[in-house]
Nanobody, 126 residues
Framework: EVQLVESGGGLVQAGGSLRLSCAASGFTFDDYAIGWFRQAPGKEREGVSCISSSDGSTYYADSVKGRFTISSDNAKNTVYLQMNSLKPEDTAVYYC???????????????????WGKGTLVTVSS
């Protein structure tokens, strides 16, 4: 059974940093797209950043480029999202997601994935 467990969310002031972790089990990281999506109240879900466990290629939404960094530790089956220079508009529930690689990482990040975690709340105060 595939499981994705997020951690690291919380309350932070604008300009601060948080690091989210996604621990995966039930599958090996080979040839998977893994990423972070977020959904703020009243807004559509957005693909924030995704990474290919195969070649390390990444995707970032324009709204987070230069501030967020995605990385993966394949030995630990864990993906991280380092979030710096946080803004109030980054406030959302952040979800980890994964699926087998069948397209470009950009495509995976735009259309969502098969497996989802329960989410972790990130709140950025102004």
């Amino acid at each position: 059974e595939v499981q994705l467990v997020e951690s690291g969310g919380g309350l932070v002031q604008a300009g601060g940093s948080l690091r989210l972790s996604c621990a995966a089990s039930g599958f090996t990281f080979d040839d998977y797209a893994i990423g972070w999506f977020r959904q703020a109240p009243g807004k559509e879900r957005e693909g924030v950043s995704c990474i290919s466990s195969s070649d390390g290629s990444t995707y970032y939404a324009d709204s987070v480029k230069g501030r967020f960094t995605i990385s993966s530790d394949n030995a630990k089956n864990t993906v991280y999202l380092q979030m710096n220079s946080l803004k109030p508009e980054d406030t959302a529930v952040y979800y980890c997601a994964a699926e087998g690689l069948i397209a470009t990482i950009t495509t995976h990040c735009h259309y969502g994935m098969d497996y989802w975690g329960k989410g972790t709340l990130v709140t950025v105060s102004s």
